[in-house]
Structure formats: structure tokens, C-alpha cells
């Protein structure tokens, strides 16, 4: 029984003897007194299991706790050695790296030294050849300029000769000819058997490729086509 209800155990016996006292002629009121004190006895020794359950269990998880306390203090340990290795690992590739940054230096530093040279050569051959290029576009532009003004003059000249040449088929006829397809009617009149009537009709009927073809005059046929053609003076250009 737990010593913290021993003095109400005490205080709750003296009263019941009293009460028994009072109450002395009455069996059954002194059984249910005694039953009480019975039942409040019980109570206090179960209360008293109770705790010292709970002190067992708080035994326990104290050991359960240092247990944990002292395994969470070896893996704090094995986490120092750790972050020490990896400390002196990390020092050993930051020296490794800087020897072969170094090494590599002394390796390649003459094929670097020779690369930037040519870099450097090829950049003043580029520049050069800006400058040629703005130069050759100066040209071509100054032909280009001289090309349209050559082809103006062509087509001027060109066009000067086509006019030429049509004067030139036009009166392309030998001297002393009459064109009979360009002739007017007074000149067609100087034609062998063509009258005022006739050179009408030469108008009417033009173009004639041929003495042949002039038979489509009236009253003009084999005969004085073929005197006409005699004549000599009839040009059909």
C-alpha cells in the first residue's frame, strides 16, 4: 500500500468505529461501513499497482533513453571520423588537381602559345579580307553603274539602227523604181499600161509580192504583165 494513503485510511477507520458506536443497534448499517472501508482499502492498493507500474515503465524508458543517448553518441563518433576523412580526401584531390592544372600547363603551353598565334594571324587575314571584299562591292557597284549605262547606249544605238534599217528596206528599191506597195498614186501612174483608173485599184489591192500577182488588176493579164515586168520598172519591196 502506497504511504500517501495511509493517513486517510487512518482518519476513515477512526470515523467508521465511531459511527459504529452510534449505530450499534444496526447490524446491516454496520455492514455497509464495513464493506466501505473494505472497498476504499482495495482502491488504494490498486491505485498503489497502478504506480508502481508506472514506475517500472518509467525505469524502463529512462534505460530505453540512455541506450539511445549512448548509441546516438557512437554514430556522433563515426560521423567525426567520417567528415575527417572526407576532409583529408578533399585535400588530397584539391593538391592532385593543382598538380595536374600545373602539368598540363607545362605540357601544352607551347601548342596554346602557337594556336593563339595563328588565331591571331587569322584574325588580321579576315580583316584583310573585309577591306578586299568593301573594295571588290566599290568595283562591282562602279560596274554595275557602267553596265546600265552601256546597256542604255545599246538600246539607243539599237534602236538608232533598227530605224535605220527599216529607212533602208523602205527604200531599199533601185533608182529609178516605183515601189508599187508604197507608191502614191500619181508615181503608180509611171507604170507601163497604168492609168488614173488602175493606180486606184493598185491602191485598193496593195500589198503585190509579184508581176504574177498584179494579174489581179483589171484588165491587167498575162500579156501586159509580162510588159510591165519588161518595163523594168516596178519594185515590190
Not at 443497534?25 to 491505485?47: H, P, R
Not at 535605220?164 to 506597195?181: F, K, Q, V
Amino acid at each position: 500500500m502506497s504511504i500517501t494513503f495511509l493517513p486517510f485510511l487512518l482518519v476513515l477507520f477512526y470515523l467508521s468505529l465511531i459511527m459504529l458506536k452510534s449505530f450499534a443497534k444496526s447490524k446491516k448499517m454496520s455492514f455497509v461501513l464495513l464493506m466501505m472501508i473494505a472497498a476504499i482499502t482495495l482502491s488504494g492498493c490498486s491505485e498503489d499497482d497502478q504506480a508502481s507500474a508506472a514506475d517500472n515503465e518509467l525505469i524502463e524508458s529512462t534505460s530505453l533513453i540512455e541506450e539511445l543517448e549512448a548509441t546516438i553518441g557512437e554514430k556522433d563518433e563515426e560521423i567525426g571520423d567520417l567528415t575527417l576523412h572526407i576532409e583529408e580526401i578533399e585535400d588530397q584531390l584539391d593538391t592532385v588537381e593543382e598538380d595536374y592544372r600545373e602539368e598540363l600547363e607545362e605540357k601544352y603551353e607551347n601548342e596554346i602559345s602557337s594556336l593563339e598565334e595563328q588565331i591571331t594571324e587569322k584574325d588580321d587575314q579576315l580583316s584583310n579580307n573585309k577591306d578586299t571584299i568593301s573594295k571588290l562591292e566599290d568595283e562591282i557597284a562602279t560596274l554595275s553603274d557602267e553596265l546600265e549605262t552601256a546597256k542604255a547606249e545599246t538600246e539607243s544605238a539599237s534602236a538608232s539602227t533598227s530605224e535605220a534599217s527599216e529607212e533602208e528596206s523602205s527604200n531599199s528599191c533601185p533608182a529609178g523604181s516605183i515601189n508599187i506597195n508604197t507608191a502614191s498614186e500619181s508615181e503608180l501612174q509611171g507604170i507601163y499600161e497604168i492609168g488614173p483608173d488602175r493606180a486606184s485599184q493598185i491602191m485598193q489591192l496593195r500589198p503585190f509580192s509579184s508581176y504574177n500577182d498584179m494579174k489581179r488588176i483589171s484588165g491587167i493579164g498575162d500579156a501586159r504583165a509580162q510588159a510591165i515586168e519588161a518595163q523594168g520598172m516596178v519594185c515590190f519591196d
